[in-house]
């Protein structure tokens, strides 16, 4: 049976949560209320299941958003126009089988014709290789890094032309 994608629902929270939980470091911790603002303010927030379980979801912001991530804020600070990715989680059961690109390719159907640039940030301290072999085969480039939590992790900021 292939994902279904819908829009994020009260309903999938605790499973987004959880999910997320299960992927850090790779991915930054979240809570209930951060899930919450995402829901009623993210531009996109879309999770794909694979029958009745939680597949993964994605979660992305478009410019002007009142989100204080230094990271989204470094794209805010140097690009008119595009679509970031905050976060997205593949749950275990379900890798290996196209659904990021698939939420990554859901996400760019849903923008304006206007947005020409997706953009995001992996981690390279610590590392997360999978994740940055991924982006790079997507076809992401580097435009810079950050550095944060007293140096203990740092951020590539990642960007493709859609």
């Not at 899930?35 to 299941?49: E, G, I, M």
């Not at 275990?92 to 990554?104: K, M, Q, V």
């Not at 992996?122 to 999978?130: D, G, L, S």
């Not at 072999?133 to 435009?143: D, I, K, S, W």
């Amino acid at each position: 049976m292939p994902f279904q994608i819908h829009n994020v629902t009260p309903h999938d929270l605790p499973a987004i949560l959880a999910t997320n939980a299960s992927e850090v470091p790779h991915v930054g911790e979240i809570d209930i209320d951060r899930l919450r603002w995402f829901a009623a303010h993210a531009s996109y927030f879309r999770v794909a299941r694979d029958g009745d379980q939680l597949a993964g979801f994605l979660v992305g912001l478009r410019p002007g958003s009142s989100y204080g991530s230094m990271n989204y804020r470094w794209f805010c600070d140097r690009y008119a126009e595009f679509a970031y990715v905050d976060r997205i989680v593949v749950a275990a059961h379900a890798r290996r089988r196209g659904l990021a690109a698939l939420l990554y390719d859901d996400f760019a159907a849903a923008m304006p014709a206007s947005v020409r640039l997706m953009t995001c940030e992996v981690n390279i301290r610590p590392p997360n290789e999978q994740s940055m072999r991924f982006h790079t085969n997507l076809g992401f480039c580097e435009v810079g890094t950050l550095t944060s939590d007293a140096g203990r992790k740092e951020v590539a900021l990642l960007l493709k032309q859609l």
